[in-house]
């Protein structure tokens, strides 16, 4: 037999040669390496700075880039949204009165606040967060007895006590 060119082991004396060309018994159980356990130390660092790194916002999403920050205008996040709740309210087959009305074929008129100028990129997280909810979510979002509204569109509060918005 020829010997193997990287050790200068036979292949038939190395479990891996032997399998690798069909020598030796068929019936051996597959070759398991041994399992090198992680340190609970670098674990802890390996975890943290995943953290760190992975839960920052991607810089598009705050609406960087070099570009100015341009106000959300009332009347096309209104349609947007008016939208987006009509398409729940179908997939998620609700039949509120709120529902009729975001299906209606009426142009909505909502306005924003006084001092509320929300940012464009402000307007794109809430409709994707109302795209990406659930149907019970959405059923909250849209019931006729309570107004509930997901944080990602709540950028027009009312002042804080004791300080700006």
């Given at each position: 037999m020829s010997l193997h060119r990287s050790r200068g082991v036979r292949p038939s004396s190395s479990p891996l040669g032997a399998?690798?060309?069909g020598e030796g018994d068929s019936t051996r159980a597959p070759l398991e390496l041994p399992r090198e356990k992680?340190?609970?130390e670098k674990l802890a660092v390996v975890s943290v700075v995943a953290l760190v790194f992975g839960i920052g916002a991607t810089v598009g999403d705050i609406g960087s880039c070099g570009k100015d920050p341009a106000e959300l205008d009332a009347a096309t996040f209104s349609a947007a949204r008016k939208s987006v709740?009509?398409?729940k309210c179908t997939e998620c087959s609700l039949t509120t009165q709120r529902c009729v009305?975001?299906?209606a074929d009426?142009?909505?008129t909502e306005t924003f606040p006084p001092l509320?100028?929300?940012l464009y990129?402000?307007?794109l997280v809430c409709l994707r967060a109302l795209l990406a909810s659930s149907c019970d979510d959405y059923a909250l979002f849209?019931?006729?007895t309570e107004k509930l509204v997901p944080t990602e569109c709540q950028f027009c509060r009312g002042p804080v006590e004791g300080g700006e918005q």
């Open positions: 399998a690798r060309l992680l340190p609970r709740d009509c398409q009305q975001a299906c009426a142009a909505s509320c100028a929300p990129q402000d307007g849209m019931s006729d």
